[in-house]
């Protein structure tokens, strides 16, 4: 059973506007969530995290919301750029710095000029 | 420059061949992890090595091998038992229970089997 959700296998935004990538999770004892960005043959790369003792992190143009009730969070892009096209990755971990992570499928965006 | 380095980039098999990938890091990192990536299945965990001399079976280890002798350096061998060995690798590496959950890629394997 899948542990980390991001039901949208795709989504298509125009340049300028936001994206926002969500993601869903159903361990209760996940309390760490990161973003990965992965372009294709290439390494995923880290973009963003949040602990459980936060509801938002901000880094420039991304912010990730946490709704630990809903078990939801969700990936805010603004502006969306060009460069921002790639597959963007939801992982979860249970805490410890080498607990392996929990990944997602993987949501392609898509930011038309 | 720190990193992660994978190689080879691509590699070729023949069917019932063993193939080994390779992993390096030089980051200082107690924690090193394979994952296979295919298309529509995101990232699933194959083995993870905490510390060196010791490691742990992911969700997908069957038809697969690792060790991990030294610190920067954590191969996999792909055996004819894996029954579909075409697909993109990925090592990745952390500082363990002294940092982060954070885990840094190398650029990935692409193995096909011919």
């Known amino acids: 059973d899948q542990q980390v959700k991001q039901n949208s296998p795709s989504l298509s935004v125009q340049e300028g506007r936001i994206s926002i990538l969500n993601c869903d999770y159903t361990?209760?004892?996940?309390?760490?969530f990161l973003w990965y960005k992965k372009y294709p043959a290439e390494g995923p790369t880290f973009l963003i995290s949040?602990?459980?003792?936060?509801d938002k992190n901000e880094d420039g143009r991304f912010t990730v919301f946490l709704n630990k009730s809903a078990k939801h969070l969700s990936l805010h892009i603004v502006p969306s750029q060009p460069g921002d096209s790639a597959v963007y990755f939801c992982a979860a971990s249970g805490g410890s710095g080498n607990t392996p992570l929990v990944f997602g499928k993987g949501t392609r965006l898509s930011v038309i000029a | 420059d720190g990193g992660i380095t994978q190689s080879p980039k691509y590699l070729f098999r023949k069917e019932g061949q063993n193939v080994t990938l390779s992993c390096e890091q030089n980051?200082?990192?107690?924690?090193m992890y394979w994952y296979r990536q295919d298309p529509g299945q995101g990232l699933r965990l194959i083995y993870y090595?905490?510390?060196?001399?010791?490691?742990q079976k992911g969700d997908i280890a069957e038809g697969y091998s690792v060790s991990r002798e030294k610190k920067e350096s954590f191969p996999l061998t792909v055996t004819s038992a894996q029954k579909n060995p075409t697909a993109f690798y990925l090592c990745?590496?952390?500082?363990?229970?002294?940092?982060?959950?954070?885990?840094?890629f190398g650029p990935g394997t692409r193995l096909t089997v011919l």
């Open positions: 949040i602990s459980s003792i936060k």
């Open positions: 090595s905490q510390i060196v001399n010791d490691f």
């Open positions: 980051l200082n990192h107690d924690a």
């Open positions: 990745a590496s952390n500082r363990g229970t002294s940092g982060s959950g954070e885990q840094f």
């Open positions: 361990n209760s004892m996940f309390d760490y």
